[in-house]
C-alpha cells in the first residue's frame, strides 16, 4: 500500500474569472491542505478537507487580494459552493511506465461523477492537470457584482506528488 499526502506534494484547485467586470476580480490558485490518497494493488483513494482550502495567489486583479478578500472568498466556497461537504475519489488505476490512467467517482458537495484523469509519472513524480466543470457536480459558479463578475465554470485542479521509492 502506498500513501501521499500533503507532506509528499500539492493539491492545487485553479478557478478562473470572466464577465464584463473581470478586471475588478482575480484568477485564484487555492491550495487543498489537508487531503491523502492511498494506492492499493489497482485501487486508488483520496479523500480531501473541503474546508482546508488556502487561497495561495490572487492574480490578474486590479488590486491585490487582502487578508480579508481571501477569508470572505474561503466563507463563500465553504457555505456556498462545497457546502463543508468532503471531497473523495475512489475508482482504479491502470499503471503505465510514464503515466496512470485513473478511472472512477469524483465526490464534490455531495454529487458524484463518473472521472477520468491522466496522470504523469516522470522522475519520481506524479502530475496532472485535470479541467473539471463545476457544474456537472451540480455547482452554480459563483456571481458578484449583479451577475458582471463571474467565475468561470471550468476549473483545474492541479496535482503534483513526489511518490513514495519501492520497497
Do not use: C, N
Amino acid at each position: 500500500m502506498t500513501q501521499v499526502g500533503p507532506q509528499d506534494g500539492s493539491l492545487i484547485v485553479k478557478t478562473y474569472r470572466e464577465g464584463i467586470a473581470a478586471k475588478v476580480g482575480h484568477d485564484l490558485v487555492i491550495e487543498v491542505t489537508r487531503w491523502e490518497a492511498t494506492l492499493e494493488g489497482d485501487r486508488v483513494e483520496l479523500t480531501a478537507d473541503a474546508r482546508s482550502l488556502q487561497i495561495r495567489e490572487g492574480l490578474h486583479g486590479v488590486k491585490p487580494l487582502t487578508d480579508k478578500d481571501r477569508a470572505e472568498i474561503l466563507k463563500t466556497i465553504d457555505a456556498k459552493v462545497l457546502l463543508g461537504k468532503p471531497i473523495a475519489f475512489s475508482g482504479t488505476v491502470a499503471d503505465h511506465e510514464d503515466r496512470l490512467d485513473l478511472d472512477g467517482d469524483l465526490t464534490i458537495a455531495g454529487v458524484t461523477r463518473p472521472t477520468r484523469a491522466a496522470v504523469d509519472v516522470v522522475d519520481g513524480r506524479a502530475t496532472a492537470t485535470i479541467p473539471l466543470r463545476q457544474s456537472e457536480w451540480e455547482i452554480k459558479p459563483y456571481r458578484g457584482m449583479m451577475g458582471a463578475l463571474k467565475v468561470r465554470d471550468e476549473l483545474e485542479i492541479v496535482l503534483d506528488v513526489r511518490l513514495p521509492a519501492a520497497a
